[in-house]
């Protein structure tokens, strides 16, 4: 059994909140985690999880294809974290949006810093 605490939990997803959180120790973490097939999971909320490596993998697929979104949003002309988060999350309560922010911004920050990502013209970490 491998406690995984908030890096993986029972049901929903972890908040990588920006500036405290960062998204890059948290992908290589569940690139660790994933590792662990077929061993039990017991995370800091919710339920046990029957495979870790199963759970990680899920993660950073989730974690992957947000970024792909936020990489999306800014092609189509997004400049601010506000704009990326109405085009991320349209499909979300628009009350949830303030906490989507922090993450969109661990998200543009691991893009700028981790990913390579150009910041010419692009909004990156405007000021909260």
């Not at 920006?18 to 985690?33: I, K, N, R, T």
């Not at 759970?55 to 970024?67: E, G, K, S, T, V």
């Not at 969109?104 to 990913?115: E, T």
Request: aromatic fraction near 8%; hydrophobic fraction near 45%.
């Amino acid at each position: 059994m491998i406690f995984t605490g908030d890096t993986i939990l029972g049901r929903g997803t972890t908040i990588v909140a920006w500036p405290d959180g960062d998204l890059g120790e948290y992908l290589a973490s569940l690139e660790v985690l994933a590792g662990y097939d077929a061993v039990p999971a017991l995370p800091g909320h919710g339920p046990a999880l029957a495979d870790c490596g199963a759970a990680a993998r899920f993660y950073l697929a989730h974690r992957r294809a947000r970024l792909d979104q936020v990489r999306q949003a800014i092609s189509e002309g997004a400049r601010s974290a506000q704009e990326v988060v109405a085009k991320v999350y349209a499909d979300v309560d628009p009350s949830l949006w303030p906490a989507a922010e922090w993450s969109v911004r661990a998200q543009l920050a691991y893009l700028r810093r981790d990913g390579g990502e150009s910041t010419s013209g692009s909004v990156w970490l405007d000021s909260p």
